[in-house]
């Protein structure tokens, strides 16, 4: 299953219900969470989406220039953790 979900200004709060939706529900293979509003706060509730075992095998999360600008890099090496 994919669910694309760009260009909805979904914040760390939309990230949160986001995570609990993913913790049971096993079958979601591709995420794209491209150019929403995403600060460091987002990123490490969607890293905790990586903590359980699921089927995901894609995350799309290219971003607007002006979105780079709130992201530090406290989002960015918790999310890292797992992709290595």
């Keep these: ?12 709060i939309g990230i949160k219900s986001l995570r609990e ?3 049971v529900n096993k079958s979601l293979q591709s ?7 995403l600060k460091d706060e987002g990123i490490i509730e969607l890293s905790d989406v990586f903590k359980v ?3 995901l ?4 999360l290219s971003i607007l220039m002006k ?4 992201l ?4 960015l090496l918790q999310l890292r953790k ?3």
């Excluded at 995420?31 to 509003?37: A, I, V």
């Design 21 to 23: 939706t993913l913790s």
């Design 53 to 55: 075992p699921s089927n």
């Design 72 to 75: 530090k890099s406290r989002g």
């Design 1 to 12: 299953m994919y669910i694309k979900l760009a260009f909805n200004s979904i914040t760390e």
């Design 67 to 70: 979105a780079i600008v709130a």
């Design 31 to 37: 995420l794209n969470l491209s150019s929403n509003l």
């Design 57 to 60: 095998i894609e995350l799309v």
């Design 82 to 84: 797992f992709f290595k």
